[in-house]
């Protein structure tokens, strides 16, 4: 089979031993969702092992659909934040069931399919400035650097200012430096070790870093430095093959969707809700990896992107009747990206590592969340240098672009970030008197508006 031919690769100035990193890489930093989303949707009343098996294979059919439909490095799974709105706020807070939950999911992925067919979300990717699109590969950045920090607890909650550094010395006063405090040390030399690698330009370095951190994990736990404590969410770092080989039937989430509230004006709101963040989440998830891989042609369009639209319509279609919630493009591919990962091959690769983990489940559910932390955190250095291609000497320009960077980890959300930007974008552009002279789109009036709208009544 020539690799080259279907994938392009010389052409976008990649090798098959690259992609195949790039697609690990992203895999390692993205298999946490096999883990947290059966334990998030499970508190709906949904069966854990069915949403495992369910993850999985939406995340492969997603993921591949986005290798042969668009040739880009995407890789998707079931999102963070919407696995979180479908079981503490639709199904705990507003009173529905887990089935009517995911009919709402099912008819979002139907009207994402007719939107992306009908480029209405091209247009929308189209229509967003190019010193916006750097700003939110900017703000992507700091946002997954975030989450980096947060997976290793070096960043904590805090009463008085929100979030506070870890704290080595009350570790060892309560007692659980030995669970808590020595993984916050071996993510903090896991960074060092990434950024080394990197530094040294080694390839695949990003992996490396997590392997490693993982591996100085295990030989923690073997020493006794490192003992597991479930009671407060610290396990073994050492696959458990205790009930050997086994796929969890997907049957107790299989076509179990509820569409009895379907005319109700409820559905219609969380049905919207499930889009809107869905939309915005995948657009500002493209913009940002792609304007970083250099992937945008002059005018800010990403070619190809009716593919990768379509394919993440489809992979939350295919999700809702395997039983999860939306299937979205993840930013943890820039990690991909960042490793030279450049084609369809990488998303190929991730894709069917999602497809073996329903078979070593227990080898991908051991990689901690502080062995993924360090990659994270480095990536985000890595997207947060697109700062240099934002006009910083306009300030119509530079202040939304800002506005749009803070927002997305302040605020917990790509799809925060980019309403923000857009709504700044216009409002300063048409005070100032500039948005004749920009040629402001038609479309990122509408936008501007419905965000504001948002705002009023979600």
């Given at each position: 089979?020539?690799?080259?031919?279907?994938?392009?690769?010389?052409e976008?100035?990649?090798d098959?031993?690259?992609?195949?990193?790039?697609?690990?890489?992203?895999?390692?930093?993205?298999?946490?969702?096999?883990?947290?989303?059966?334990?998030?949707?499970?508190?709906?009343?949904?069966?854990r092992?069915?949403?495992?098996?369910?993850?999985?294979?939406?995340?492969?059919?997603?993921?591949?659909?986005?290798?042969?439909?668009?040739n880009?490095?995407f890789?998707l799974?079931?999102?963070?934040?919407?696995?979180?709105?479908?079981?503490?706020?639709?199904?705990?807070?507003?009173?529905?069931?887990?089935?009517?939950?995911?009919?709402?999911v099912?008819?979002?992925?139907i009207?994402?399919?007719?939107?992306?067919l009908?480029?209405?979300?091209?247009?929308?990717?189209?229509?967003?400035?190019?010193?916006?699109?750097?700003?939110?590969?900017?703000?992507?950045?700091?946002?997954?650097?975030?989450?980096g920090?947060?997976?290793?607890?070096?960043?904590?909650?805090?009463?008085?200012?929100?979030?506070?550094?870890?704290?080595f010395?009350?570790s060892?006063?309560?007692?659980t430096?030995?669970?808590?405090?020595?993984?916050?040390l071996l993510?903090?030399?896991?960074?060092?070790?990434?950024a080394?690698?990197?530094?040294?330009?080694v390839?695949?370095?990003?992996?490396w870093?997590?392997?490693?951190?993982?591996?100085?994990?295990i030989?923690?736990?073997?020493?006794?430095?490192?003992?597991?404590?479930?009671?407060?969410?610290?396990?073994?770092?050492?696959?458990?093959?205790?009930?050997?080989?086994?796929?969890?039937?997907?049957?107790?989430?299989?076509?179990?969707?509820?569409?009895?509230?379907?005319?109700?004006?409820?559905?219609?709101?969380?049905?919207?809700?499930?889009l809107?963040?869905?939309m915005?989440?995948?657009?500002?998830?493209?913009?940002g990896?792609?304007?970083?891989?250099?992937m945008?042609?002059?005018?800010?369009?990403?070619p190809?992107?009716?593919?990768?639209?379509?394919?993440?319509a489809?992979?939350?279609?295919?999700?809702?009747?395997?039983g999860?919630?939306?299937?979205?493009?993840f930013?943890?591919?820039?990690?991909?990206?960042?490793?030279?990962?450049?084609?369809?091959?990488?998303?190929?690769?991730?894709?069917?590592?999602?497809?073996?983990?329903?078979?070593?489940?227990?080898?991908?559910?051991?990689?901690?969340?502080?062995?993924?932390?360090?990659?994270?955190?480095?990536?985000?250095?890595l997207?947060?240098?697109?700062?240099?291609?934002?006009?910083?000497?306009?300030?119509?320009?530079?202040?939304?672009?800002?506005?749009?960077?803070?927002?997305?980890p302040?605020?917990?959300?790509?799809?925060?970030?980019?309403?923000m930007?857009?709504?700044?974008?216009?409002?300063i552009?048409?005070?100032?008197?500039?948005?004749?002279?920009?040629?402001?789109?038609?479309?990122?009036y509408?936008?501007?508006?419905?965000?504001?709208?948002?705002?009023?009544?979600?």
């Amino acid at each position: 089979m020539n690799l080259d031919k279907i994938f392009h690769l010389k052409e976008n100035h990649t090798d098959v031993k690259t992609e195949v990193m790039a697609g690990i890489t992203t895999f390692m930093t993205m298999a946490y969702i096999l883990a947290v989303n059966p334990n998030i949707l499970s508190a709906s009343g949904m069966d854990r092992g069915s949403v495992f098996t369910a993850t999985a294979l939406s995340a492969f059919i997603a993921t591949c659909l986005m290798a042969l439909l668009s040739n880009y490095p995407f890789v998707l799974a079931p999102g963070m934040g919407l696995n979180a709105y479908f079981t503490y706020t639709v199904v705990l807070g507003m009173g529905y069931t887990w089935q009517q939950a995911l009919a709402a999911v099912f008819a979002e992925g139907i009207i994402f399919i007719l939107l992306s067919l009908t480029n209405v979300r091209e247009a929308i990717f189209n229509s967003i400035p190019m010193n916006l699109k750097h700003a939110v590969s900017v703000g992507i950045g700091l946002f997954i650097a975030f989450i980096g920090l947060q997976n290793a607890k070096i960043v904590v909650g805090n009463d008085s200012t929100l979030v506070s550094i870890f704290s080595f010395k009350s570790s060892v006063a309560e007692g659980t430096f030995s669970s808590q405090g020595i993984t916050v040390l071996l993510a903090l030399i896991g960074i060092l070790v990434t950024a080394v690698l990197l530094a040294k330009d080694v390839k695949g370095s990003i992996l490396w870093g997590i392997l490693i951190t993982w591996v100085l994990g295990i030989i923690c736990q073997l020493t006794h430095l490192y003992v597991p404590n479930a009671d407060i969410g610290y396990y073994s770092l050492l696959p458990d093959f205790s009930n050997g080989i086994s796929v969890p039937s997907m049957a107790p989430t299989f076509m179990k969707m509820d569409f009895s509230i379907v005319f109700s004006l409820d559905f219609v709101v969380i049905m919207f809700a499930f889009l809107f963040v869905d939309m915005f989440d995948t657009l500002g998830t493209l913009i940002g990896v792609a304007s970083k891989a250099d992937m945008l042609d002059k005018d800010g369009k990403l070619p190809k992107i009716k593919g990768a639209l379509l394919s993440d319509a489809v992979g939350t279609t295919v999700g809702a009747v395997c039983g999860t919630s939306t299937v979205t493009t993840f930013v943890e591919s820039a990690s991909g990206v960042a490793e030279g990962g450049r084609t369809g091959l990488t998303s190929i690769v991730a894709g069917i590592l999602f497809a073996l983990s329903l078979l070593l489940s227990p080898i991908f559910l051991a990689i901690p969340s502080f062995a993924t932390a360090p990659a994270l955190i480095v990536v985000g250095y890595l997207m947060l240098t697109s700062v240099t291609k934002i006009d910083f000497s306009d300030m119509t320009e530079a202040i939304p672009c800002f506005i749009a960077i803070i927002a997305m980890p302040f605020m917990y959300s790509i799809s925060e970030g980019i309403s923000m930007g857009v709504i700044s974008y216009v409002v300063i552009n048409v005070i100032t008197g500039k948005a004749k002279e920009k040629k402001i789109s038609l479309l990122m009036y509408i936008l501007a508006v419905l965000f504001i709208l948002k705002y009023i009544f979600l």
